[in-house]
Nanobody
Framework: QVQVVESGGGLVQPGGSLRLSCAAS????????MGWYRQAPGKERELVAV???????NYADSAKGRFTISRDNAKNTVYLQMNSLKPEDTAVYYC???????????????WGQGTQVTVSS
C-alpha cells in the first residue's frame, strides 16, 4: 500500500559527506514521521534520525552534530545529510515511514529495502 525507496548510498572516504534520500508513495493520507535507521554487520538495527510531521527531530548520539534530517512535504521525501563520516558509520541505511493510509485512515509502517553506505579509505 505504501512504498518506500531509498537512494544516495555509496563509498566515501573518512571525513567525506553523503546525502541519502527516501521517497514514500502509495495510499498516503498523511505522513506522521519518517526516519533513518542503520544496521552494521553483526549488529542490531539502530535509530539514526527521525523527523515528525510537526518537524520535531531526534538523533542518535552518534549522529548529533554530523547528520541532519530534513523533509520535503510536497514530495513525501526525507533526506539525511551526513557529514564528517567515519568508518563506524558503515552500514545499510534503512528508511521507515509511519503514515496514515488514505483508504482506512489507520496507521501503517513501511520500510525501504536499504542503501549501503561504506566509509573507507
Amino acid at each position: 500500500q505504501v512504498q518506500v525507496v531509498e537512494s544516495g548510498g555509496g563509498l566515501v572516504q573518512p571525513g567525506g559527506s553523503l546525502r541519502l534520500s527516501c521517497a514514500a508513495s502509495g495510499s498516503i493520507f498523511r505522513i506522521n514521521a519518517m526516519g533513518w535507521y542503520r544496521q552494521a554487520p553483526g549488529k542490531e538495527r539502530e535509530l539514526v534520525a527521525v523527523i515528525t510531521r510537526d518537524d520535531s527531530t531526534n538523533y542518535a548520539d552518534s549522529a548529533k552534530g554530523r547528520f541532519t534530517i530534513s523533509r520535503d512535504n510536497a514530495k513525501n521525501t526525507v533526506y539525511l545529510q551526513m557529514n564528517s563520516l567515519k568508518p563506524e558509520d558503515t552500514a545499510v541505511y534503512y528508511c521507515k515511514a509511519v503514515v496514515v493510509l488514505r483508504t482506512s485512515f489507520s496507521e501503517y509502517i513501511s520500510w525501504g529495502q536499504g542503501t549501503q553506505v561504506t566509509v573507507s579509505s
